[in-house]
T-cell receptor
Framework: DGGITQSPKYLFRKEGQNVTLSCEQNLNHDAMYWYRQDPGQGLRLIYY???????QKGDIAEGYSVSREKKESFPLTVTSAQKNPTAFYLC?????????????FGPGTRLTVL | DAKTTQPPSMDCAEGRAANLPCNHS???????VYWYRQIHSQGPQYIIH???NNETNEMASLIITEDRKSSTLILPHATLRDTAVYYC???????????FGAGTTVTVRA
């Protein structure tokens, strides 16, 4: 089945630790995205990438880092510099070069920092 | 991107049509209207999009006013599984970013 996988579904970390969230897609999409969602709020864009080895900051990139070494993978690292990391993190992907752009989302990772 | 305004919540009876309004009075000529929905604790799901003509697919219909300043998403026969947060998003053609607001929480009741 084609789709986007995120692991793990739930993640707990101690304050001050870096943590990496996984995102893999087998849809052959060029673009990938990371969003953060806080309770009762909409999604906010953290980083996005349109091509391997290239990525751009979104609206709330501070305290986060990403890499795009493979087309299929776009891991997100939540660093200790992120002041309030507890949130629901969503990864998405889309094709490029079309008039409209439907983003396909993964199931999300719920991160809790203790 | 133009800002959108949606009611925070609405209820709908199962089997009836659900009409979800969205105001986007500052929309530009090259901006599309998109609708996504998010079922609790899941990733958002694309529903439909349009520029100026009304659109229909297997999930919903999108009605855009002639001046394009507002639109309505119609779920023709709402089911309990349609309970979700519905997001109306306005985006420039070929812009790869989506800006999600708080959306409308739709509760379908039996």
């Amino acid at each position: 089945d084609g789709g986007i996988t995120q692991s793990p579904k739930y993640l707990f970390r101690k304050e001050g630790q870096n943590v990496t969230l996984s995102c893999e897609q087998n849809l052959n999409h060029d673009a990938m995205y990371w969003y953060r969602q806080d309770p009762g709020q909409g999604l906010r864009l953290i980083y996005y990438s349109q091509i391997v080895n290239d990525f751009q900051k979104g609206d709330i990139a501070e305290g986060y880092s990403v890499s795009r070494e493979k087309k299929e993978s776009f891991p997100l690292t939540v660093t200790s510099a992120q002041k309030n990391p507890t949130a629901f993190y969503l990864c998405a992907s889309s094709i490029l070069g079309v008039t409209y752009n439907e983003q396909f989302f993964g199931p999300g990772t719920r991160l809790t920092v203790l | 991107d133009a800002k959108t305004t949606q009611p925070p919540s609405m209820d709908c009876a199962e089997g009836r049509a659900a009409n979800l309004p969205c105001n986007h009075s500052t929309i530009s000529g090259n901006e599309y209207v998109y609708w996504y929905r998010q079922i609790h604790s899941q990733g958002p799901q694309y529903i439909i999009h349009g520029l100026k003509n009304n659109e229909t697919n297997e999930m919903a219909s999108l009605i855009i006013t002639e001046d394009r300043k507002s639109s309505t998403l119609i779920l023709p026969h709402a089911t309990l599984r349609d309970t979700a947060v519905y997001y109306c998003i306005v985006r420039v053609e070929n812009d790869y970013k989506l800006s999600f607001g708080a959306g409308t929480t739709v509760t379908v009741r039996a």
